[in-house]
């Protein structure tokens, strides 16, 4: 069993709609990174988070470290936004564990 | 400006071969990293350098071995190229060991024949 798991494994959204992506994990972390990866391979790192809330734009990540979760919100979905969302984390041990991803397509 | 680099960007080789992946890094950070993403798109860590030294090594075959000639560079060698380690191989930088932004290169893709 992953240590990191995302949910859903894949989703499907219309333009404008709010999204959200789960990641549970089993172990201590320092860390927890929200990634992109859009369609031409690239990597972006979205959000770090090691406590409470972050806002960038049109997204949000949350952690609640004593439930061991965190969510990656999307307002007002884009086409743009399609890419495949990945959740990492940092455990205390200092290894880095990655969730399988969610592969997000917002419609038109 | 590119900050990660990573060269080449697209590479094919037959199998048995050495082949390297050059990384650098123009932010001053300390800390780099080697990824690999499968044909499943599941990304792993490789190795973790700080400071020039190694400071997380998974479980990956010995053929493969980085190389930090200083803070802005990590180098990946691969010895005797097998076909499963066709994949893409991400070069990352962040600063400090833990809990900041970790910055992505564009990927190298490795395709073994």
């Known amino acids: 069993k992953n240590e990191v798991e995302q949910s859903p494994q894949n989703l499907t959204a219309q333009e404008g709609e709010f999204i959200t992506i789960n990641c549970s994990y089993s172990?201590?972390?320092?860390?927890l990174h929200w990634l992109q990866q859009h369609p031409g391979g690239g990597i972006v790192s979205l959000f770090m988070?090691?406590?409470g809330k972050k806002k960038h734009g049109r997204l949000i990540a949350t952690i609640n470290i004593q439930e061991k979760h965190s969510s990656l919100h999307i307002t007002a979905s884009h086409p743009r936004d399609s890419a495949v969302y990945i959740c990492?984390?940092?455990?205390?041990?200092?290894?880095?564990?990655f969730g399988d991803g969610t592969t997000l397509t917002v419609k038109p | 400006d590119t900050a990660v680099s990573q060269t080449p960007k697209y590479l094919v080789t037959q199998m048995g071969n050495d082949k390297s992946i050059k990384c650098e890094q123009n932010?001053?950070?300390?800390?780099m990293y080697w990824y690999k993403q499968d044909s499943k798109k599941f990304l792993k860590i490789m190795f973790s350098?700080?400071?020039?030294?190694?400071?997380i090594n998974e479980t990956v075959p010995n053929r493969f071995s980085p190389k930090s000639p200083d803070k802005a560079h990590l180098n990946l060698h691969i010895n005797s190229l097998e076909l499963g380690d066709s994949a893409v191989y991400f070069c990352?930088?962040?600063?400090?060991?833990?809990?900041?932004?970790?910055?992505f290169g564009e990927g190298s893709w490795l395709t073994v024949v």
């Open positions: 990352a930088s962040s600063q400090g060991r833990t809990g900041n932004t970790i910055y």
């Open positions: 172990v201590g972390i320092s860390a």
């Open positions: 988070l090691s406590s």
């Open positions: 990492a984390v940092r455990t205390n041990a200092g290894k880095s564990t």
């Open positions: 932010l001053g950070h300390d800390t």
């Open positions: 350098y700080n400071n020039k030294e190694l400071i």
